[in-house]
T-cell receptor, first 108, second 117 residues
Framework: QKEVEQDPGPLSVPEGAIVSLNCTYS??????FMWYRQYSRKGPELLMY????GNKEDGRFTAQVDKSSKYISLFIRDSQPSDSATYLC????????FGAGTTVTVRA | GAVVSQHPSRVICKSGTSVKIECRSL??????MFWYRQFPKQSLMLMAT?????????EQGVEKDKFLINHASLTLSTLTVTSAHPEDSSFYIC?????????????FGPGTRLTVL
């Protein structure tokens, strides 16, 4: 069993819609949770990180962690075509467990 | 800040040759560097973790003699794919963690696309 499981997608939404991305993890010792965005043929870039449980907001992006259910979410409000990318969730542990990634397409 | 570069960005080589990929942290010291490979439409697969001045730790299934990693300084790590074969063709990405930070935030390089003919 993978330590981080991510909804596989792909996801296609119209411009302006809310994008909801989810991951679950198995190791209750995980403390740091991150979301990376990867455009095609590029290295991933850090989008958001959270520590322990709670919400974190940055512009149109909101990251949520629910440690009781071991659930990680990323919400993108007012989605734009430039948000079209693959989103990777990451739970921080020694082995640096990544989710498989969800490819999001925002249609203009 | 926290920029990681990789060189080359793209390389095409003949089967049997060796290819070296460099990963540099440009504006910070990286205590730990990581090497990943990524096949099309798949997630990143961690290959190895390297700390400056010590031997790399390879993930299960990754051949140490095939993928040589050297982390000679706090700003440079190299991955050498020895005797490359077509099945080694992939997108190789490095990342680095900054010294002195309590969490392992990683900064990724832009990746190197290797094509072995």
């Amino acid at each position: 069993q993978k330590e981080v499981e991510q909804d596989p997608g792909p996801l296609s939404v119209p411009e302006g819609a809310i994008v909801s991305l989810n991951c679950t993890y198995s190791n209750s010792a995980f403390q740091y949770f991150m979301w990376y965005r990867q455009y095609s043929r590029k290295g991933p870039e850090l989008l958001m990180y959270t520590y322990s449980s709670g919400n974190k907001e940055d512009g149109r992006f909101t990251a949520q962690v629910d440690k009781s259910s071991k659930y990680i979410s990323l919400f993108i409000r007012d989605s734009q075509p430039s948000d079209s990318a693959t989103y990777l969730c990451w739970a921080n542990d020694y082995k640096l467990s990544f989710g498989a990634g969800t490819t999001v397409t925002v249609r203009a | 800040g926290a920029v990681v570069s990789q060189h080359p960005s793209r390389v095409i080589c003949k089967s049997g040759t060796s290819v070296k990929i460099e990963c540099r942290s440009l504006d910070f010291q990286a205590t730990t560097m990581f090497w990943y490979r990524q096949f099309p439409k798949q997630s990143l697969m961690l290959m190895a973790t390297s700390n400056e001045g010590s031997k790399a730790t390879y993930e299960q299934g990754v051949e140490k003699d095939k993928f040589l990693i050297n982390h000679a300084s706090l700003t440079l790590s190299t991955l050498t794919v020895t005797s490359a074969h077509p099945e080694d063709s992939s997108f190789y990405i490095c990342s680095a963690s900054r010294a002195g930070f309590s969490y392992n935030e990683q900064f990724f390089g832009p990746g190197t696309r290797l094509t072995v003919l």
